[in-house]
Protein backbone atom coordinates (compact mmCIF):
# COMPACT_ATOMS: atom_id res chain seq x y z
CA UNK A 1 0.00 0.00 0.00
CA UNK A 2 1.23 3.49 -1.01
CA UNK A 3 -0.25 6.65 0.64
CA UNK A 4 1.69 9.91 -1.53
CA UNK A 5 0.89 13.68 -1.48
CA UNK A 6 -0.21 14.51 -4.74
CA UNK A 7 2.47 16.95 -6.32
CA UNK A 8 0.55 18.73 -7.83
CA UNK A 9 -2.39 19.59 -5.49
CA UNK A 10 -1.09 20.11 -1.98
CA UNK A 11 -3.43 19.18 0.60
CA UNK A 12 -4.77 16.19 -1.22
CA UNK A 13 -3.38 12.31 -1.19
CA UNK A 14 -3.95 9.67 -3.19
CA UNK A 15 -3.78 5.81 -1.55
CA UNK A 16 -3.44 2.51 -3.49
CA UNK A 17 -3.32 -0.56 -2.36
CA UNK A 18 -3.12 -4.09 -3.54
CA UNK A 19 -4.48 -6.88 -2.28
CA UNK A 20 -3.64 -10.56 -3.43
CA UNK A 21 -6.46 -12.95 -3.58
CA UNK A 22 -5.55 -16.62 -3.10
CA UNK A 23 -8.05 -19.76 -2.40
CA UNK A 24 -7.65 -23.21 -2.93
CA UNK A 25 -9.63 -25.62 -4.23
CA UNK A 26 -9.12 -29.38 -3.64
CA UNK A 27 -10.83 -32.63 -3.95
CA UNK A 28 -11.45 -34.15 -0.75
CA UNK A 29 -12.55 -37.50 -0.66
CA UNK A 30 -14.86 -38.13 2.71
CA UNK A 31 -14.42 -34.63 3.68
CA UNK A 32 -15.94 -35.79 7.39
CA UNK A 33 -13.99 -38.68 8.12
CA UNK A 34 -11.94 -38.01 11.20
CA UNK A 35 -8.41 -38.94 9.52
CA UNK A 36 -9.14 -36.14 6.88
CA UNK A 37 -7.68 -32.69 7.67
CA UNK A 38 -9.18 -30.67 5.27
CA UNK A 39 -11.93 -28.94 7.02
CA UNK A 40 -9.64 -28.00 9.48
CA UNK A 41 -6.26 -27.16 7.62
CA UNK A 42 -5.31 -23.25 7.23
CA UNK A 43 -6.39 -22.87 10.94
CA UNK A 44 -6.24 -23.92 14.66
CA UNK A 45 -6.95 -27.29 15.42
CA UNK A 46 -7.16 -29.07 18.51
CA UNK A 47 -8.56 -26.59 21.87
CA UNK A 48 -9.76 -24.23 18.88
CA UNK A 49 -13.44 -23.44 17.71
CA UNK A 50 -15.44 -23.35 14.54
CA UNK A 51 -18.85 -21.71 13.39
CA UNK A 52 -20.36 -24.49 11.64
CA UNK A 53 -23.94 -23.50 8.94
CA UNK A 54 -25.01 -26.56 7.48
CA UNK A 55 -28.00 -26.85 5.11
CA UNK A 56 -30.84 -28.97 6.58
CA UNK A 57 -30.66 -31.80 4.48
CA UNK A 58 -27.15 -32.28 4.69
CA UNK A 59 -27.93 -31.84 8.53
CA UNK A 60 -30.06 -34.87 8.89
CA UNK A 61 -27.68 -36.90 6.58
CA UNK A 62 -24.68 -36.34 7.92
CA UNK A 63 -25.19 -33.97 11.05
CA UNK A 64 -23.97 -36.83 13.88
CA UNK A 65 -20.13 -37.55 11.40
CA UNK A 66 -20.50 -33.85 11.24
CA UNK A 67 -20.37 -33.22 15.12
CA UNK A 68 -18.22 -36.50 15.25
CA UNK A 69 -15.51 -34.90 13.29
CA UNK A 70 -14.99 -32.20 15.65
CA UNK A 71 -15.16 -33.63 18.84
CA UNK A 72 -12.64 -36.24 17.63
CA UNK A 73 -10.49 -33.03 16.82
CA UNK A 74 -11.11 -32.02 20.26
CA UNK A 75 -12.74 -29.09 18.35
CA UNK A 76 -15.86 -27.12 20.14
CA UNK A 77 -18.11 -26.85 17.00
CA UNK A 78 -21.26 -24.44 17.48
CA UNK A 79 -23.38 -26.12 14.16
CA UNK A 80 -26.22 -24.26 13.00
CA UNK A 81 -28.75 -25.88 10.32
CA UNK A 82 -30.39 -23.48 7.90
CA UNK A 83 -33.06 -24.75 5.30
CA UNK A 84 -31.59 -24.63 1.42
CA UNK A 85 -34.06 -23.28 -1.24
CA UNK A 86 -34.59 -19.88 -2.75
CA UNK A 87 -37.08 -18.61 -0.47
CA UNK A 88 -34.51 -18.96 2.32
CA UNK A 89 -32.14 -16.88 0.31
CA UNK A 90 -33.19 -13.94 2.26
CA UNK A 91 -32.41 -11.47 4.92
CA UNK A 92 -33.72 -13.84 7.98
CA UNK A 93 -31.42 -16.42 7.02
CA UNK A 94 -28.18 -13.99 7.08
CA UNK A 95 -29.80 -12.27 10.21
CA UNK A 96 -29.95 -15.92 11.90
CA UNK A 97 -26.25 -16.65 10.88
CA UNK A 98 -24.92 -13.28 12.07
CA UNK A 99 -26.94 -13.90 15.85
CA UNK A 100 -25.81 -17.08 16.49
CA UNK A 101 -22.21 -16.32 14.97
CA UNK A 102 -22.38 -13.44 17.95
CA UNK A 103 -23.00 -15.57 20.43
CA UNK A 104 -20.32 -17.74 19.75
CA UNK A 105 -16.95 -15.70 19.74
CA UNK A 106 -13.93 -16.74 17.35
CA UNK A 107 -10.78 -15.28 16.28
CA UNK A 108 -11.16 -13.58 14.04
CA UNK A 109 -8.17 -14.81 11.73
CA UNK A 110 -7.43 -18.74 12.19
CA UNK A 111 -11.11 -20.11 13.36
CA UNK A 112 -12.78 -20.07 9.69
CA UNK A 113 -16.42 -20.17 9.63
CA UNK A 114 -17.62 -23.16 7.50
CA UNK A 115 -20.30 -23.49 5.35
CA UNK A 116 -21.88 -26.99 4.20
CA UNK A 117 -24.54 -26.70 1.93
CA UNK A 118 -25.63 -25.98 -1.73
CA UNK A 119 -25.51 -22.86 -3.25
CA UNK A 120 -28.06 -21.22 -0.67
CA UNK A 121 -26.38 -21.91 1.67
CA UNK A 122 -22.62 -20.95 0.64
CA UNK A 123 -24.10 -17.63 -0.80
CA UNK A 124 -25.61 -16.87 3.04
CA UNK A 125 -22.89 -17.76 4.92
CA UNK A 126 -20.09 -16.21 3.01
CA UNK A 127 -21.91 -13.14 2.69
CA UNK A 128 -22.28 -13.33 6.31
CA UNK A 129 -18.96 -14.07 6.66
CA UNK A 130 -17.71 -11.22 4.87
CA UNK A 131 -20.00 -8.33 7.12
CA UNK A 132 -19.13 -10.11 10.53
CA UNK A 133 -16.15 -8.17 12.19
CA UNK A 134 -15.81 -6.91 8.06
CA UNK A 135 -14.41 -9.83 7.41
CA UNK A 136 -14.22 -13.58 8.90
CA UNK A 137 -12.04 -16.15 6.73
CA UNK A 138 -14.79 -19.05 5.57
CA UNK A 139 -14.38 -22.51 3.84
CA UNK A 140 -16.75 -24.03 1.90
CA UNK A 141 -17.97 -27.54 1.34
CA UNK A 142 -20.34 -27.44 -1.70
CA UNK A 143 -23.33 -30.23 -1.38
CA UNK A 144 -25.59 -29.75 -4.38
CA UNK A 145 -24.15 -30.49 -8.49
CA UNK A 146 -24.81 -26.25 -8.42
CA UNK A 147 -22.38 -25.28 -5.48
CA UNK A 148 -19.74 -28.15 -6.40
CA UNK A 149 -19.39 -26.56 -10.32
CA UNK A 150 -20.50 -22.93 -9.75
CA UNK A 151 -21.78 -21.70 -6.55
CA UNK A 152 -18.43 -22.68 -4.70
CA UNK A 153 -15.83 -21.85 -7.37
CA UNK A 154 -16.07 -18.66 -7.27
CA UNK A 155 -15.97 -15.41 -5.36
CA UNK A 156 -19.33 -14.19 -5.01
CA UNK A 157 -21.77 -14.31 -1.80
CA UNK A 158 -25.12 -12.83 -2.06
CA UNK A 159 -29.57 -13.19 -0.82
CA UNK A 160 -32.17 -12.12 -2.64
CA UNK A 161 -34.14 -8.91 -1.19
CA UNK A 162 -36.18 -7.10 -2.30
CA UNK A 163 -37.83 -8.96 -4.45
CA UNK A 164 -34.52 -8.93 -6.42
CA UNK A 165 -32.50 -11.69 -7.31
CA UNK A 166 -28.67 -11.95 -5.01
CA UNK A 167 -29.67 -8.03 -5.02
CA UNK A 168 -27.21 -8.00 -1.93
CA UNK A 169 -24.04 -9.65 -1.60
CA UNK A 170 -19.91 -8.99 -1.43
CA UNK A 171 -16.70 -10.33 -3.27
CA UNK A 172 -15.43 -12.31 -0.46
CA UNK A 173 -13.14 -15.07 -1.07
CA UNK A 174 -13.17 -18.23 0.46
CA UNK A 175 -9.91 -19.13 2.40
CA UNK A 176 -10.83 -22.83 0.68
CA UNK A 177 -13.50 -25.07 -1.06
CA UNK A 178 -13.49 -28.67 -0.58
CA UNK A 179 -15.12 -30.63 -3.31
CA UNK A 180 -16.47 -34.12 -1.72
CA UNK A 181 -18.44 -35.97 -4.67
CA UNK A 182 -19.70 -38.51 -2.78
CA UNK A 183 -21.84 -36.07 -0.95
CA UNK A 184 -24.11 -35.48 -4.22
CA UNK A 185 -25.25 -38.79 -4.14
CA UNK A 186 -28.23 -37.84 -1.56
CA UNK A 187 -29.25 -35.19 -4.28
CA UNK A 188 -32.84 -35.55 -5.40
CA UNK A 189 -32.91 -35.87 -9.77
CA UNK A 190 -34.52 -33.00 -10.04
CA UNK A 191 -31.59 -30.96 -8.42
CA UNK A 192 -29.01 -32.86 -9.75
CA UNK A 193 -30.07 -31.94 -13.36
CA UNK A 194 -30.34 -28.44 -12.16
CA UNK A 195 -26.88 -28.37 -11.94
CA UNK A 196 -26.33 -30.23 -14.97
CA UNK A 197 -28.13 -26.95 -16.53
CA UNK A 198 -24.85 -25.23 -15.42
CA UNK A 199 -22.60 -27.40 -16.57
CA UNK A 200 -24.45 -27.60 -19.86
CA UNK A 201 -24.02 -23.24 -19.83
CA UNK A 202 -20.39 -23.60 -19.87
CA UNK A 203 -20.27 -25.90 -22.39
CA UNK A 204 -22.15 -24.63 -25.18
CA UNK A 205 -20.36 -21.16 -24.34
CA UNK A 206 -16.48 -22.02 -23.51
CA UNK A 207 -16.08 -25.76 -23.72
CA UNK A 208 -16.13 -28.01 -26.70
CA UNK A 209 -14.92 -30.52 -25.25
CA UNK A 210 -16.85 -30.79 -22.35
CA UNK A 211 -19.62 -30.68 -24.79
CA UNK A 212 -18.74 -33.68 -26.31
CA UNK A 213 -18.30 -35.33 -22.77
CA UNK A 214 -21.31 -34.15 -22.01
CA UNK A 215 -22.72 -36.34 -24.96
CA UNK A 216 -21.26 -38.91 -24.91
CA UNK A 217 -21.23 -39.88 -21.14
CA UNK A 218 -23.52 -37.02 -19.54
CA UNK A 219 -26.94 -39.15 -18.98
CA UNK A 220 -25.28 -42.23 -17.56
CA UNK A 221 -22.97 -39.66 -14.67
CA UNK A 222 -26.84 -38.32 -14.35
CA UNK A 223 -28.23 -41.41 -13.69
CA UNK A 224 -25.15 -42.20 -11.29
CA UNK A 225 -25.61 -39.20 -9.73
CA UNK A 226 -22.22 -38.35 -10.31
CA UNK A 227 -20.79 -41.21 -8.69
CA UNK A 228 -19.69 -43.41 -11.81
CA UNK A 229 -18.52 -43.93 -15.18
CA UNK A 230 -16.74 -40.16 -16.71
CA UNK A 231 -18.42 -38.33 -13.73
CA UNK A 232 -15.30 -37.53 -12.13
CA UNK A 233 -13.62 -36.19 -15.61
CA UNK A 234 -17.31 -33.98 -16.52
CA UNK A 235 -16.79 -32.50 -12.83
CA UNK A 236 -13.19 -31.90 -13.44
CA UNK A 237 -13.66 -30.19 -16.41
CA UNK A 238 -16.80 -28.18 -15.60
CA UNK A 239 -14.27 -26.54 -12.26
CA UNK A 240 -11.58 -26.29 -14.19
CA UNK A 241 -13.41 -24.13 -16.89
CA UNK A 242 -15.41 -22.15 -14.81
CA UNK A 243 -12.24 -21.39 -12.82
CA UNK A 244 -10.48 -20.56 -15.89
CA UNK A 245 -13.40 -18.13 -17.00
CA UNK A 246 -13.77 -16.46 -13.46
CA UNK A 247 -10.08 -16.04 -11.87
CA UNK A 248 -8.99 -13.37 -14.28
CA UNK A 249 -11.99 -11.33 -13.56
CA UNK A 250 -12.87 -12.02 -9.84
CA UNK A 251 -14.06 -8.90 -9.21
CA UNK A 252 -16.31 -8.75 -12.77
CA UNK A 253 -14.14 -4.90 -13.62
CA UNK A 254 -14.62 -6.55 -17.11
CA UNK A 255 -18.40 -6.68 -17.09
CA UNK A 256 -18.72 -8.50 -20.45
CA UNK A 257 -18.36 -12.23 -19.06
CA UNK A 258 -18.74 -15.54 -21.24
CA UNK A 259 -19.86 -17.06 -17.81
CA UNK A 260 -22.99 -14.44 -17.72
CA UNK A 261 -24.50 -16.84 -20.86
CA UNK A 262 -27.72 -17.75 -19.14
CA UNK A 263 -28.09 -15.24 -16.99
CA UNK A 264 -29.79 -12.33 -18.68
CA UNK A 265 -33.25 -13.00 -19.93
CA UNK A 266 -33.38 -15.61 -16.84
CA UNK A 267 -33.05 -12.20 -14.42
CA UNK A 268 -36.05 -12.68 -12.69
CA UNK A 269 -37.65 -15.99 -14.32
CA UNK A 270 -36.76 -17.99 -10.48
CA UNK A 271 -38.25 -15.50 -8.23
CA UNK A 272 -40.98 -15.26 -10.56
CA UNK A 273 -41.49 -18.66 -10.36
CA UNK A 274 -40.55 -19.75 -7.46
CA UNK A 275 -42.88 -22.89 -6.98
CA UNK A 276 -41.91 -24.36 -10.38
CA UNK A 277 -38.57 -23.30 -11.22
CA UNK A 278 -35.06 -23.50 -10.12
CA UNK A 279 -31.62 -21.21 -10.76
CA UNK A 280 -30.43 -24.04 -13.16
CA UNK A 281 -33.61 -24.23 -14.78
CA UNK A 282 -34.14 -20.84 -15.37
CA UNK A 283 -30.87 -20.29 -17.02
CA UNK A 284 -30.81 -23.32 -19.07
CA UNK A 285 -34.17 -21.80 -20.78
CA UNK A 286 -32.03 -18.44 -21.32
CA UNK A 287 -29.41 -20.77 -22.77
CA UNK A 288 -31.82 -22.04 -25.35
CA UNK A 289 -33.38 -18.52 -25.94
CA UNK A 290 -30.00 -17.15 -26.63
CA UNK A 291 -28.82 -19.92 -29.15
CA UNK A 292 -31.68 -19.44 -31.15
CA UNK A 293 -31.17 -15.52 -31.17
CA UNK A 294 -27.76 -16.19 -32.24
CA UNK A 295 -29.05 -19.01 -34.82
CA UNK A 296 -31.33 -16.24 -36.34
CA UNK A 297 -28.33 -13.23 -36.18
CA UNK A 298 -26.36 -15.85 -38.35
CA UNK A 299 -23.94 -16.18 -35.94
CA UNK A 300 -23.62 -19.70 -35.18
CA UNK A 301 -24.84 -22.81 -37.67
CA UNK A 302 -27.99 -24.22 -37.69
CA UNK A 303 -26.51 -27.62 -36.71
CA UNK A 304 -24.42 -26.27 -33.91
CA UNK A 305 -28.15 -24.89 -32.24
CA UNK A 306 -29.62 -28.73 -33.20
CA UNK A 307 -26.49 -30.02 -31.43
CA UNK A 308 -27.30 -27.81 -28.13
CA UNK A 309 -31.12 -28.76 -28.47
CA UNK A 310 -30.54 -32.39 -28.96
CA UNK A 311 -28.28 -32.49 -25.55
CA UNK A 312 -30.66 -30.93 -23.38
CA UNK A 313 -33.10 -33.85 -24.65
CA UNK A 314 -30.57 -36.60 -24.27
CA UNK A 315 -29.82 -35.41 -20.52
CA UNK A 316 -33.76 -35.25 -20.05
CA UNK A 317 -33.73 -32.27 -19.23
CA UNK A 318 -37.11 -31.04 -20.14
CA UNK A 319 -37.11 -27.25 -19.83
CA UNK A 320 -40.53 -25.16 -20.31
CA UNK A 321 -40.37 -22.79 -23.21
CA UNK A 322 -43.41 -21.56 -22.27
CA UNK A 323 -42.20 -19.71 -19.28
CA UNK A 324 -40.23 -17.68 -21.44
CA UNK A 325 -42.00 -14.30 -21.86
CA UNK A 326 -40.62 -11.66 -24.40
CA UNK A 327 -42.11 -8.97 -22.14
CA UNK A 328 -40.77 -9.91 -19.08
CA UNK A 329 -37.14 -10.83 -21.16
CA UNK A 330 -37.04 -7.29 -22.34
CA UNK A 331 -37.68 -6.02 -18.75
CA UNK A 332 -34.87 -8.36 -17.91
CA UNK A 333 -32.35 -6.90 -20.17
CA UNK A 334 -33.11 -3.55 -19.35
CA UNK A 335 -32.16 -4.24 -15.32
CA UNK A 336 -29.32 -6.42 -16.94
CA UNK A 337 -28.08 -2.77 -18.72
CA UNK A 338 -27.89 -1.34 -15.18
CA UNK A 339 -25.99 -4.40 -13.83
CA UNK A 340 -23.89 -4.16 -16.76
CA UNK A 341 -22.82 -0.50 -16.01
CA UNK A 342 -25.33 0.48 -19.23
CA UNK A 343 -24.39 -2.42 -22.13
CA UNK A 344 -26.06 -5.42 -23.28
CA UNK A 345 -23.02 -7.61 -22.98
CA UNK A 346 -24.97 -10.56 -23.94
CA UNK A 347 -23.08 -13.83 -24.32
CA UNK A 348 -24.10 -15.53 -26.93
CA UNK A 349 -22.51 -18.86 -28.52
CA UNK A 350 -21.21 -18.59 -32.10
CA UNK A 351 -20.23 -22.09 -32.53
CA UNK A 352 -20.08 -25.08 -29.61
CA UNK A 353 -17.13 -23.41 -27.01
CA UNK A 354 -17.34 -20.21 -28.37
CA UNK A 355 -18.94 -16.65 -27.55
CA UNK A 356 -19.63 -13.14 -28.49
CA UNK A 357 -21.47 -10.23 -27.30
CA UNK A 358 -24.41 -8.74 -28.69
CA UNK A 359 -25.39 -5.19 -27.32
CA UNK A 360 -28.01 -4.52 -30.09
CA UNK A 361 -30.79 -6.99 -29.08
CA UNK A 362 -33.68 -5.98 -29.66
CA UNK A 363 -37.64 -6.92 -28.71
CA UNK A 364 -38.71 -8.22 -31.73
CA UNK A 365 -35.76 -10.92 -32.29
CA UNK A 366 -36.71 -11.61 -28.52
CA UNK A 367 -40.50 -12.84 -29.66
CA UNK A 368 -38.84 -14.47 -32.75
CA UNK A 369 -36.57 -16.48 -31.04
CA UNK A 370 -38.65 -17.58 -28.06
CA UNK A 371 -41.57 -18.58 -30.93
CA UNK A 372 -38.75 -20.71 -32.67
CA UNK A 373 -38.01 -22.19 -29.50
CA UNK A 374 -41.23 -23.41 -28.38
CA UNK A 375 -41.92 -25.01 -31.83
CA UNK A 376 -38.62 -26.79 -32.42
CA UNK A 377 -38.67 -28.02 -28.68
CA UNK A 378 -41.81 -30.34 -29.08
CA UNK A 379 -40.07 -31.95 -32.13
CA UNK A 380 -37.34 -33.49 -29.27
CA UNK A 381 -38.61 -35.92 -26.75
CA UNK A 382 -36.79 -35.91 -23.43
CA UNK A 383 -34.75 -40.26 -24.51
CA UNK A 384 -32.89 -39.96 -20.95
CA UNK A 385 -34.27 -39.93 -17.48
CA UNK A 386 -33.29 -40.05 -13.72
N1 LIG B 1 -22.21 -17.39 -5.77
C1 LIG B 1 -22.25 -17.78 -7.02
O1 LIG B 1 -21.37 -17.48 -7.82
C2 LIG B 1 -23.39 -18.64 -7.50
C3 LIG B 1 -23.28 -19.35 -8.70
C4 LIG B 1 -24.31 -20.19 -9.08
C5 LIG B 1 -25.46 -20.28 -8.30
N2 LIG B 1 -25.54 -19.56 -7.15
C6 LIG B 1 -26.74 -19.64 -6.32
O2 LIG B 1 -26.96 -20.97 -5.91
C7 LIG B 1 -28.33 -21.11 -5.56
C8 LIG B 1 -28.83 -22.46 -5.96
O3 LIG B 1 -28.04 -23.44 -5.34
P1 LIG B 1 -28.53 -24.97 -5.23
O4 LIG B 1 -29.09 -25.38 -6.51
O5 LIG B 1 -27.42 -25.70 -4.63
O6 LIG B 1 -29.80 -24.85 -4.24
P2 LIG B 1 -29.98 -25.14 -2.66
O7 LIG B 1 -28.83 -24.65 -1.91
O8 LIG B 1 -31.33 -24.60 -2.33
O9 LIG B 1 -30.01 -26.74 -2.58
C9 LIG B 1 -31.00 -27.45 -3.28
C10 LIG B 1 -31.73 -28.46 -2.37
O10 LIG B 1 -30.86 -29.55 -2.12
C11 LIG B 1 -30.84 -29.85 -0.71
N3 LIG B 1 -29.53 -30.45 -0.49
C12 LIG B 1 -28.32 -29.83 -0.42
N4 LIG B 1 -27.33 -30.73 -0.38
C13 LIG B 1 -27.91 -31.95 -0.40
C14 LIG B 1 -27.41 -33.28 -0.40
N5 LIG B 1 -26.10 -33.52 -0.42
N6 LIG B 1 -28.30 -34.31 -0.42
C15 LIG B 1 -29.64 -34.06 -0.46
N7 LIG B 1 -30.17 -32.84 -0.49
C16 LIG B 1 -29.31 -31.79 -0.47
C17 LIG B 1 -31.10 -28.52 -0.06
O11 LIG B 1 -31.64 -28.69 1.25
C18 LIG B 1 -32.12 -27.91 -1.01
O12 LIG B 1 -33.41 -28.38 -0.71
C19 LIG B 1 -29.06 -19.95 -6.20
O13 LIG B 1 -29.53 -19.07 -5.21
C20 LIG B 1 -28.00 -19.27 -7.05
O14 LIG B 1 -28.17 -17.88 -7.12
C21 LIG B 1 -24.54 -18.76 -6.73
Same mark, same amino acid.
Given at each position: ?S????AH??G????? *?? #????? @?L??A???????????????????? #??????D??????????? *?????????Q????A???? @????D &???? +????????????? +? +????V??????V???V??F??? %?????????????????????????????N??????????F????????????? $?????????N?????V?? $??? %???????L?????????????????? $????????? !?????L????????????????????? !??E? +??????????????D???????? &?R???LA &????? #???????????Q??????E =??????????R???????????? =?????????A????? =???E??? $?A?????T????????
Amino acid at each position: MSALPLAHAPGQWRVA *AT #RRIEY @ELRKADDVFDPQNDALLAGGRSRGS #RRFVVIDDQVHRLHGARV *AAYFQSRGVQARILALPGG @EEHKD &EAAW +RRVLQALDAFPIH +R +RDEPVIAIGGGVLTDVVGFAAS %CYRRGLPHIKVPTTLMGYVDAAVGIKTGINFNGHKNRLGSFEPPRRVLLDRRLL $ATLAPRHLRNGVCEIVKL $AVI %CDAGLFDLLERSGADALASAFQAGAS $AAILDRAVG !GMLRELAPNLYEDDLARAVDFGHTFSY !GLEM +RHAATLLHGEAVLLDVLASTVIA &ERRGLLA &EADGE #RVLALVARLGLQPEPRLLE =PAHMWQALLDRIEHRNGHQHVPL =PTAIGACAFADDVVF =PEIEAAV $AALTERMTGHEPIAQC
